[in-house]
Every structure is written in structure tokens, then in C-alpha cells.
């Protein structure tokens, strides 16, 4: 009898593991980003921007673990602080995204009508192009460069808020303490303040997330295009870019950077998903 | 023996709070052209005796004891087995019938279905009895009705259509677990009473669930009353009602306003309650289920496994309460006051 | 309406006249005209102070919305609204808002209605925030003041709703409503969510406010044994009009209206055996175009030609009890 019990329990417990596993690797591996995002501000092995065309296109070694580029610029050193550009540019287009695209989504949902329809319109227009074709579009208009292409990815985040932030939120409205609210006096601005946006952070803090990893693919394409961040400050993607020329010779040039976005994307689309488990009400107060 | 046995079942599922007992040590049978209902609040376990009856317990639950159908062991049969006794020799009829109808399938598709699987007819043959069983559950231009989509029908309609797929296979058991309780009160008695006509003539057996006491006792010929997973009592309907006799029936009971009572305009009465809770299965005593709650439960109650007494000298029925005599004399006070 | 008798000064809390609502559905084709849904034809009744009237229908008759129009939560077609003394539409915002405090609303479902990521103290405190100018330490003295009043205890102001059970929530809900004082409280239907054990618990708990505070119910219910128990006064609606209306005791003993009779048969009663009964035949109907006559022709087992050419007013069949059917004299005897 208590034997099938326990087994049980077991399994539940391993569920619950399961469940965790996502969120605890998705945070490691965006932990490191950000140590080494912090650390290569005040220390890296080697400088990553100084030229030391003796060494250069080394193998790993004990000196330069990760060897070296074609101008003898440590990988290592590269790579750190590449995860700074990428972090820069994760926070402030995703900032971008979610303060004006959430912003526009509870808007839509507080109003109805003509304000929602024109709202989801114009992200639905938005929303069209792929991220990097309007990246291009923007830093075609406004000219390459880190600032622009933060912009550029920022601009393409805004209607992707817009959009989930607007369904949550009607979801939301349509819960009768709403209407307990609105019987309380309540205007929509307060209600949109008191009760649904603290209703949908879970939704919006888990899109971040992967709009985060995005944001840093997005980054590193543009800047492999060259028109994004531009040397010599390092970057993923250009030192994809970089790597490109001599894939045949030496392809580890491009495996490290490669790797570096992959793990960094890989951490946060698991930290997303881990977040989306751990804030689902359903599986933290089920009765 | 009887068409349906159920001996000991025990369900227990796993859940976040350690081990809850879903239903406990529950015990009666059933022959054919009877009618059982149970009655309980939510949790009691009634819907987990239907769902392992069918072997559709969660997949966290486990279930012991023994369910055997003419003869058959149920928990013995592995999944494919269970399938062909699922919609088959017993079928179920569920509360909602909103979203128990797959709203991308048409009526046809969805009655004859259990006929093609189970029976091997033709899709004609199949076609046909679809329209013989909708018009038995009386829904109007049946022929046309089976291009139908669930939505294009009301809420009365679809629990008939529900019905007319739960008969299809001519089921030996039919499980009803609160058929009517999201319909509107004129409709719930026409869906009653054309369940209870179906089962007088087909001589199937009905596991009619309910919360609602009325619903019950106009429906079945003998009530099986659960509370926390387990049944306090259980007996012919006409006897129970008359001699309510665990003290939770008796507060159940008690708790109901009731029609044509003066109500208000009279005097104002106040409803009897029970006090506390509807309880968290996990946190229930090892003894008597509702010690907790009732008034007449003392220290041994909570510890001590109920014993079951038959009551007055009535067939069949059976109260499990260690203070079978205290509950006795107290509805006899009662009755004598009012 | 004829119903303006004269008697010695009443005093209404709520007084709905000829409250209609429509709603119109999204067009289904360019060539159509969009269904109107006839919620609400016309409803008048008023409740004085400290009584309680039940409303009481199927689903579709058009009893929750005659509650959030009460509210002043939907915009009314015609017809007006008037809580003490005030007409609810010829009110600016900021004035509706202020006399919002005088009404508060019990909602039906106990997990639904309470904000899953507020305490209790915010949720009950939260009408007194939006209509009182309290400091905060007197806020906090109301809402234990009301929490105690409702059978909670003071520390489960800290708690959030999940923690409760359905008939706990409901409480809760109970002591946001009261808590502004208000004269009149709408609950629509305040205990069907419920367990049978809990909801007694609840219902009894609305008897001693009401005892205890004097407050006025409007309540809705589609369970007619609730309404008895609770209410003073019911009226039966169906498809968007009230049928029936009068003191409960009267409407359940000598029902009228050939709707509320068979309402009042299908309720399955607490006897053993299968009862032979007049059954309405035909299904609930939609209030979407209404036939000209009355609503309930097509179901009715009394119904005669002239039911399908007019509609029926409410009349009076005795003090106070008045049913909307042309065959009312017939009825009564």
C-alpha cells in the first residue's frame, strides 16, 4: 500500500525537478553571460581591442585559452567583452519594447474600440517585417552603428509587446473582479494600474526573456552584416564576420563566438521557459 | 451475484500536500434495471468513484480494492482491454455538455463513432441507429440534426446528444455525474425524466451523481451519501430520506432551504448549518471523515475506524458512525420539536 | 405601467422605471441586419428600505444584466434608474462615482471575483479607497470592522484568496461590499458557486446583516428555495420582462403566472420518488427577436390566440402581487 506511494512521491518529486531544471540551467548560463559581461570591465585576460599581429590565428593555449584572431586579439578577452555589446543591447531593446509596447497593449485593452483597432493594426504592420529586414530598413535610414541597431531591434519589439500584452490584459478585463472594481468606483486608469498589469507581469516577464535572446541574435546578424556594431569594439557577430574568411583554415575562429550566442540564446529561451512554469498560477496555487 | 461490484476501492493521488485518499475503502453493487445515486459536496470522492469505474483517474492516482463487472475484474484489464469496456459496458454521461461535444465534429460523426468502434457496424447501419437514438431522446428532425454542429444546438439538446451517444453501444451500467446541473430548471426535469425512462426500458443499470438532494430522490431507488472520499451512509432512497441517520446526512440535509418552506414572509428562520469547512482530502483524520465537523464526534471518533450498523429494520440500509444511537435520538428530538 | 398607486410616503432605496436594454450582436452578413439581443424589455420594481427583492429566471431572461444595469455598470437604452433619490444617469462621473458608495455588488463566483494577487486587506479595502477620504489608520479600523462582521478572522487580512475555501471567499467579497456602508447591496447569485453545507453558512450570514445593518438586497438567483428563504419580495422574469412580482410567501404559495408554475414545479423536491408533473415542453428561448405577443406563448400550456397578437402588462391580481398574463382573473380563483 504505502509502497506505489512513495514510488509516486518520487516521481512528483522528479517532475518537480524537471520543472526546475529549466529555469535553474537557463540561469546559469545567463549568469555567466553577465559575470562575464561585468568582469571584462574591470579585467581580461588580454586587451581585446590592441593588435598583436605576431600572435596572431593561434591555437588555444595556456596563454590565450581560446586562441587568437587574425589580427592576435584574444578570443577569450573578445568574447567577454562581446557578452557587454550583447547585454547593452538586450536590455535597452527590450526596455524599448516593453515600456512603450505594453504601454500601447493596456492602452488598447483600457479603451476598445477605434484606440484598440488602430493600435493593433499598426503593430499587425509592424509586426510584418522579419527583425532583422526592419533592422536593416532602420540602420538603412539612419546609418550603421551600435546605437542604431539597439534602436533598430527596440523599434521591432515594440509591436510584439503590444500584441501579447493586449491579449493578456483583455483576458484580464473580462474577470469579474474587474467589474467588482469598476462597482468600487474605479476609473480605467486605475484599474489598468491596480489590477491588470500586475495580473500580466508573469506573461510579459517571460516574453523579455525571449525577446532578450532575440534581441542578442538579432545583434549579432546585424553586426556580422557590418552594420551594426562597429569596430573595433568587439562583438559576436562580427567576429563571426571575422571568422567567415578563414572558416577553412582555421574554424574554430568561428566555433567560439558561435558557441558564445548559442549558450547565451540557449540560457535565456530556458530561463523563459523555467519562468513560465514557476509563475504559472495552476502549478503554484491549485487547490 | 451482482452486475457491478465494488469491493474496498481505494483511490489516492498524489499531489503536492502528500498522498490524499480521493475515495476510501468504498464498498456496493448494483444489478441490472437498478438505479444508485450518490450524493456528496465537492471533493467527497463522487466523481473519482465514476472516473476509476472507467479507469480515467489521473495519472497521479492509484487505485486498489476491487470493481468487477459480471464477473470481470476491471483494475485486472490493461489499457486496450479498458477501452473496449470504456463507451461500451459502461458509458458516462458528463456535467458539461458545452465542452464534452468536440465542437470541429458534426453530431453525426460524434454518435455513430462509438458504434464503428465498438459494434462494427457499416457507416449506414451506424447512420441509421444515430437517428433512431436521437429521435428516442427526443430531438425534433433527428435526419438533419446529424449535419449539425454542437453549437448550432442548445444547451438541453447537446446533454441529449450526450445521452443518445452515452446509449449507443446499449451500455450494461450508464454513469451520469451532474447531468443536469448546468442546465435551467425546467430542462434539468426533462433530461430526468428521459433518463429515467431510458433505464426502465433498457434494464441498464444508472450511477446517477449529484450534488443536489432533490435531483436524487426523485430519481434513483437508492442513495449512496459520501464525505471526504468515503460513504457514511447508504440505503433505499425512501428509507434514507425518511431516516436520515449519519449526522452529516443529517446536517446536509438540515443545510438545504427548501421549497414551499413560509421562508422569510413567516418567521425568520435561520438555516442549519455545518460547521467548518468542506475539508482538504489530505488533511483528513484517519478515522471517521467528518469527525471534525460534527457535533456529536468525540475523541475516539477522529482515531477509530467507523463501524457500520444497519439502520431501524430497513433492507439495504447501512450507516457507518461509531454514535449511531446519539444521531438517532437526536432527529427524533428534532422531529418531535417541529 | 399603471402601477403608480398612491400610499402613505414610501421610501424607496431603489427605484428602476421601464429599464430597457439592447445589445447589438456583431454583424453576421453584409446583406442582414445585425441581431439585437432584448436583455432587458421595459423593467420597473422598487424596494424599500431594509427589505430584500429576489429576482429570479432561466439563464437568458435577463436577470444578471438587470443587475449590472442597477449598477450603473451597462449603459441603460431607456428607462431610468434612480438609488436614494438619485438619477443614476443624469449623473456627471465624478457624482456617480461618489454616490457609488451607497451601492455595492456581491459577484457569483467566489474565485473569479477577487483579484488573485491582492491581500484581503487590499481587496476589501479597495471600494474605500476609490469613494472615501479615509487615513489610512481608519481605513484599516473599517476593514476589520467589516472582516470581523462577516465571521473572518483579524489575521486573515494578510492572506491572499487562494488561500481560502469558495465559501470563505465569498466572505470576503460580502466585506468589500459593505465596506462603505452602503444602503443598497446587489448579489448576483451570491451562493450558487457554493457548496450546500457553505452556502447555508452564507445565506445566514446575509439575514444578519441585513438584521444587523438594515441594508436592502437586490438579489439574483436562478435557485427559487434561496430566493424564499432570503427575500421578502420575488419577481420572476422571463426573456427580458418580469411575469410575476410580489411578496415571496404569496408568489411561492399562489403562484399566478403560468410561467412561475411550472418554475416552481420542475424544482426537484426533497421526496423520495419519481413525480409526475406537468413538464414545459420546447427549450429556453433566445431574447433575440422576440415575437410580438408574449414571450412565453410558444411554451405556454395555457396559451390561447390572443396571447400571440399582444403582450400582457403586469396587473394586479391582489395587494401588491401582479402577473403579466391575460388569463390572470382565470388564475386566481
Redesign the interface.
Known amino acids: 500500500m504505502s509502497e506505489p506511494v512513495s514510488k509516486n512521491q518520487l516521481m512528483a518529486a522528479l517532475t518537480l525537478m524537471t520543472r526546475y531544471r529549466n529555469f535553474v540551467i537557463g540561469a546559469v548560463l545567463t549568469g555567466l553571460v553577465i559575470v562575464c559581461a561585468f568582469l571584462s570591465a574591470v579585467w581580461t585576460p588580454h586587451s581585446a581591442v590592441e593588435l598583436a599581429i605576431r600572435s596572431r590565428l593561434q591555437l588555444p593555449s595556456l596563454e590565450h585559452w581560446l586562441g587568437t584572431d587574425h589580427l592576435g586579439r584574444d578570443i577569450l578577452s573578445m568574447i567577454m567583452v562581446g557578452a557587454q555589446n550583447s547585454l547593452i543591447v538586450g536590455i535597452v531593446a527590450v526596455s524599448i519594447g516593453v515600456f512603450l509596447g505594453v504601454g500601447l497593449g493596456l492602452w488598447a485593452a483600457a479603451k476598445r474600440g477605434w484606440t484598440e483597432e488602430l493600435i493593433m493594426r499598426f503593430s499587425d504592420f509592424t509586426f510584418a517585417f522579419p527583425a532583422v529586414l526592419s533592422a536593416i530598413m532602420i540602420t538603412a535610414i539612419l546609418g550603421p552603428g551600435a546605437v542604431n541597431s539597439i534602436l533598430a531591434i527596440g523599434i521591432y519589439n515594440i509591436p510584439v509587446f503590444a500584441r501579447i500584452s493586449r491579449g493578456a490584459a483583455n483576458a484580464i478585463w473580462s474577470r469579474e473582479y474587474i467589474m467588482a472594481a469598476k462597482a468600487a468606483g474605479k476609473g480605467r486608469f486605475r484599474i489598468t494600474v491596480e489590477h491588470v498589469l500586475p495580473n500580466i507581469t508573469s506573461v510579459i516577464v517571460v516574453q523579455a526573456t525571449i525577446s532578450f535572446a532575440i534581441a542578442i541574435l538579432a545583434e549579432a546578424a546585424l553586426s556580422y552584416l557590418g552594420i551594426g556594431t562597429q569596430p573595433p569594439e568587439p562583438s559576436w557577430g562580427r567576429m563571426l564576420n571575422d571568422a567567415q574568411t578563414y572558416a577553412t583554415i582555421k574554424p574554430y575562429l568561428a566555433i567560439f563566438p558561435g558557441a558564445a550566442i548559442f549558450l547565451a540564446v540557449l540560457g535565456l529561451n530556458m530561463l523563459g521557459d523555467g519562468l513560465r512554469d514557476i509563475l504559472d498560477p495552476r502549478l503554484t496555487r491549485g487547490r | 451475484m451482482a452486475l457491478l461490484e465494488v469491493k474496498n476501492l481505494d483511490v489516492?493521488l498524489?499531489t503536492?500536500r502528500?498522498?490524499a485518499r480521493a475515495v476510501r475503502n468504498l464498498s456496493f453493487d448494483l444489478d441490472r434495471g437498478q438505479t444508485l445515486g450518490i450524493v456528496g459536496?465537492?471533493g467527497c470522492g463522487k466523481s473519482m468513484t465514476a472516473l476509476a469505474l472507467l479507469g480515467l483517474l489521473p495519472e497521479?492516482g492509484?487505485t486498489?480494492g476491487s470493481i468487477s463487472l459480471g464477473g470481470q475484474d476491471l483494475l485486472a484489464l490493461d489499457e486496450d482491454a479498458m477501452c473496449g469496456v470504456r463507451g461500451n459496458r459502461i458509458s458516462m454521461i458528463f456535467q458539461e455538455p458545452m465542452t464534452s461535444l468536440n465542437p470541429l465534429h458534426t453530431i453525426g460523426r460524434q454518435v455513430t463513432e462509438p458504434m464503428l468502434i465498438h459494434q462494427g457496424m457499416t457507416r449506414d447501419e451506424a447512420r441509421a441507429e444515430a437517428v433512431r437514438l436521437l429521435e428516442r431522446v427526443g430531438i425534433a428532425s433527428a435526419r438533419q440534426r446529424l449535419d449539425n454542429y454542437p453549437h448550432q444546438l442548445?444547451?438541453?439538446?447537446r446533454q441529449r446528444v450526450m445521452i443518445a451517444m452515452a446509449l449507443s453501444c446499449k451500455p450494461d451500467v450508464l454513469i451520469a455525474d451532474e447531468p443536469t446541473t448546468a442546465l435551467?430548471?425546467?430542462?434539468?426535469?426533462?433530461i430526468?425524466?428521459l433518463i429515467?425512462d431510458l433505464v426502465s426500458e433498457s434494464g441498464m443499470a444508472l450511477i446517477l451523481i449529484s450534488?443536489?438532494?432533490?435531483?436524487i430522490?426523485?430519481?434513483v431507488d437508492r442513495v449512496l451519501v459520501m464525505y471526504g472520499g468515503a460513504g457514511v451512509e447508504t440505503g433505499p432512497?425512501?428509507s434514507?430520506?425518511q431516516h436520515l441517520a449519519h449526522p452529516y446526512t443529517q446536517?446536509?440535509?438540515a443545510?438545504?432551504?427548501?421549497?414551499?418552506?413560509?421562508?422569510?414572509?413567516?418567521s425568520?428562520t435561520?438555516?442549519?448549518?455545518?460547521p467548518g469547512?468542506?475539508p482538504e482530502l489530505a488533511d483528513l483524520p484517519p478515522g471517521c471523515t467528518f469527525a471534525d465537523r460534527c457535533d456529536l464526534a468525540d475523541d475516539k471518533c477522529a482515531g477509530t475506524m467507523p463501524t457500520v450498523h444497519d439502520v431501524a429494520n430497513d433492507a439495504g440500509h447501512r450507516v457507518a458512525c461509531l454514535k449511531p444511537d446519539d444521531a438517532k435520538s437526536r432527529m427524533a428530538t428534532s422531529e418531535a420539536g417541529a | 405601467m399603471t402601477d403608480t398607486q398612491v400610499e402613505a410616503v414610501v421610501d424607496d432605496v431603489v427605484r428602476a422605471t421601464n429599464v430597457v436594454r439592447h445589445y447589438t450582436l456583431p454583424r453576421e452578413s453584409l446583406f442582414r441586419p445585425p441581431a439585437v439581443v432584448q436583455a432587458l424589455n421595459g423593467v420597473s420594481f422598487s424596494i424599500s428600505r431594509g427589505r430584500s427583492l429576489g429576482v429570479v429566471g432561466e439563464s437568458g431572461c435577463g436577470k444578471s444584466t438587470l443587475a449590472r444595469c442597477v449598477m450603473a455598470l451597462e449603459p441603460l437604452d431607456g428607462g431610468r434608474v434612480e438609488i436614494e433619490g438619485a438619477h443614476l444617469e443624469g449623473l456627471t462621473p465624478d457624482a456617480l462615482r461618489d454616490k457609488r458608495r451607497d451601492f455595492q455588488m456581491v459577484f457569483q463566483d467566489p474565485f473569479g471575483s477577487l483579484d488573485p494577487r491582492q491581500k484581503v486587506a487590499r481587496i476589501v479595502a479597495e471600494p474605500l479607497e476609490a469613494l472615501e477620504n479615509l487615513g489610512r489608520a481608519e481605513r484599516l479600523e473599517r476593514v476589520a470592522e467589516v472582516i470581523a462582521s462577516v465571521g473572518l478572522k483579524p489575521t486573515d487580512i494578510d492572506k491572499f484568496p487562494h488561500e481560502f475555501s469558495g465559501g470563505q471567499r465569498q466572505r470576503i467579497a460580502i466585506a468589500r461590499a459593505l465596506a462603505t456602508r452602503p444602503t443598497l447591496i446587489v448579489a448576483d447569485e451570491p451562493v450558487s458557486a457554493l457548496d450546500v453545507s457553505v452556502q447555508a453558512q452564507v445565506l445566514n450570514l446575509l439575514q444578519d446583516l441585513q438584521d444587523q445593518f438594515g441594508v436592502t438586497y437586490l438579489m439574483i438567483s436562478h435557485d427559487l428555495a434561496v430566493v424564499e428563504y432570503v427575500c421578502d419580495e420575488v419577481a420572476v422574469m422571463y426573456l427580458g420582462s418580469i411575469v410575476e412580482h410580489g411578496p415571496a410567501v404569496e408568489v411561492f404559495a399562489n403562484p399566478v403566472h403560468p410561467y412561475t408554475r411550472a418554475l416552481l414545479e420542475a424544482v426537484p423536491q426533497l421526496v423520495p420518488g419519481r413525480k409526475k408533473r406537468l413538464r414545459l415542453s420546447g427549450n429556453v428561448q433566445s431574447p433575440i427577436d422576440l415575437p410580438v405577443g408574449c414571450a412565453f406563448a410558444d411554451r405556454c400550456p395555457q396559451v390561447e390566440a390572443r396571447c400571440r397578437e399582444g403582450r400582457p402588462v403586469l396587473e394586479d391580481v391582489s395587494r401588491g402581487h401582479k402577473s403579466a398574463c391575460f388569463l390572470n382573473a382565470r388564475q386566481t380563483t
Not at chain 2, 450534488?211 to 435531483?215: I, K, R
Not at chain 2, 443545510?255 to 413567516?266: I, R
Not at chain 2, 435561520?270 to 455545518?274: A, G, K
Open positions: 489516492t498524489a503536492s502528500g498522498p459536496e465537492s497521479n492509484v486498489t442548445s444547451g438541453g439538446q435551467d430548471v425546467t430542462i434539468q426535469g426533462q430526468l425524466d429515467a450534488h443536489d438532494l432533490g435531483v430522490a426523485e430519481t432512497t425512501a434514507l430520506f446536517g446536509l440535509f443545510a438545504v432551504p427548501k421549497l414551499g418552506s413560509g421562508g422569510k414572509g413567516k425568520r435561520r438555516l442549519s448549518t455545518i469547512l468542506v
